[in-house]
């Protein structure tokens, strides 16, 4: 049997030069437009920014965006906790619990394609089944809770997702150290397992929040606007403030003052998502810090220790040092 011949060292240059090429166009066409919209929010916000827009309440097309970002917060802080809890255990369940079948198949399969199936639905469908299913069916009204629940739903299978990946990029070798050691699956699980898979996990839950604070179509089926908190969760005259339909609404309002909160509103989500980037990074780094396969800080090699050199050793005066008294002359 004859080998294929080699490609020559001309052309495989030339392919490694063109997907290299290839690789940096296709970080260009993501940091453009990423970069084109941070640099434009910022240009139209900034030259008219004020501190006040922090704590002086919405009145009209007017003021500041206080119970908006604190309503923000609120929305997210809830998906957090809803969304959080059932993705997590979600994917905890497909990656360590789901049984395999008989046929040697992963298990999990129908939960899996579930999963799938929601992710693609658009944002507004599912905001308009929560209207017509908790707005109008159970009497809530537009509210938070409704809001809550359609916005976890929506993010519910990222996390699942994410979740079972970093959980299945866990070595193998970890699980079965636990096992030799004695440890119970719960125990492993908790300490080794998820401990390991902490930086995957971080990452879904980032996603969901980033999520829950730009979204604007089903929380305004299920939530509705207001330019003050609520007393209530749910109910008439609950209707919960939040930074997007400043953004959404007010960019196509006639007065100049709208323009401005539009732009600020836009800024401040900007910049919550930047710190929830950066509050991620801090907590992998130092959850990662000694974990296996991650960069170890290079050290700077230790200066070879000289030892100085011995000092002369004194000459041994000679034992007798007392004069000879008969040597010497006699008077």
């Given at each position: ?37 941070l640099i434009s929010v910022v240009a139209h ?218 732009y600020d509103a836009a800024l401040i989500l ?62």
């Amino acid at each position: 049997m004859t080998q294929a011949a080699m490609p020559s060292t001309r052309r495989r240059r030339i392919s490694g030069v063109g997907f290299r090429v290839y690789t940096y166009l296709s970080l260009l066409l993501i940091l453009v437009p990423a970069g084109w919209l941070l640099i434009s929010v910022v240009a139209h916000a900034v030259p008219h920014w004020h501190w006040g827009v922090l704590t002086q309440p919405l009145k009209g097309q007017t003021g500041g965006l206080r119970d908006q970002i604190l309503g923000t917060l609120i929305i997210m802080a809830g998906v957090l906790v809803m969304a959080g809890t059932v993705g997590v255990l979600a994917g905890i369940h497909l990656s360590e619990l789901a049984k395999t079948r008989k046929s040697g198949k992963e298990g999990g399969t129908a939960l899996r394609l579930a999963s799938d199936i929601l992710s693609g639905f658009p944002s507004i469908v599912l905001g308009y089944v929560g209207y017509v299913a908790l707005v109008i069916g159970l009497h809530w009204g537009l509210s938070l809770l409704p809001a809550l629940i359609i916005l976890s739903i929506m993010v519910v299978p990222y996390i699942a997702k994410t979740t079972e990946n970093s959980l299945r990029q866990v070595p193998t070798g970890y699980r079965e150290g636990a096992d030799a050691l004695g440890m119970s699956m719960g125990y492993s699980l908790r300490h080794v397992v998820l401990k390991s898979a902490f930086p995957g996990i971080v990452t879904g839950l980032l996603l969901a929040l980033a999520i829950a604070c730009g979204e604007t179509a089903p929380l305004i089926y299920t939530a509705g606007f207001s330019d003050k908190l609520p007393h209530a969760i749910v109910g008439a005259g609950a209707q919960f403030p939040y930074l997007t339909y400043v953004t959404f609404t007010f960019y196509n309002s006639a007065q100049t003052s709208a323009h401005y909160l539009a732009y600020d509103a836009a800024l401040i989500l900007v910049v919550i998502v930047l710190l929830l980037l950066v509050a991620s990074r801090i907590i992998v780094a130092r959850t990662q810090r000694y974990a296996e396969g991650t960069r170890q800080r290079r050290r700077r090699p230790l200066k070879p220790q000289t030892t100085p050199p011995a000092p002369p050793i004194p000459p041994t005066p000679p034992a007798n040092l007392s004069p000879d008294l008969d040597a010497l002359p006699r008077s």
